[in-house]
């Protein structure tokens, strides 16, 4: 499998489309089809951009060996996370949800644990 094969593997188990998953890296659709299709070789920078943007694994990317994508620990998922949210307008789903997430005391994070607990008891 091509380097550009493996771009194309990325997006598809990223569900995004040529325009999504170029977005996030500063490029058209153009540039990632003509990468997918072996038009283009994928240059060190779009590389490196795809690795941190999509926590994919750089070994895997350049050579296909080893897992397509990097296991994150639960801060850096968080981390991830916050970082894309940042970058959301203030008044998103999302950035509105966290905020109110934020103001909350300790009464009421010990309520939303138990909360989260009973939705996901089984019986």
């Known amino acids: 499998m091509t380097q550009g094969e493996r771009v194309r593997e990325i997006r598809k ?7 999504k998953f170029g ?7 153009t540039a990632i089809s003509n990468i997918e299709v072996g ?3 994928l240059t060190d920078q779009m590389l490196r951009s795809i690795c941190r943007e ?3 694994s750089e070994e895997w990317l350049k050579n296909g060996t080893g897992e397509m994508f990097v296991s994150l ?6 981390a991830s996370f ?3 949210l940042m970058k959301e307008e203030d008044e998103s789903y999302r950035v509105r949800f966290v905020e109110a997430l934020a103001d909350l005391d300790v009464e009421q994070w010990e309520m939303l644990e138990k909360l989260a607990i009973s939705f996901t008891k089984k019986d």
């Not at 620990?73 to 968080?78: D, Q």
């Open 23 to 29: 977005e996030k890296l500063g490029v058209g659709k």
């Open 82 to 84: 916050l970082g894309e």
């Open 73 to 78: 620990t639960r801060r850096e998922k968080i």
């Open 54 to 56: 999509y926590s994919v």
């Open 39 to 41: 038009n283009r070789n």
């Open 13 to 19: 188990s990223l569900n995004l489309t040529l325009e």
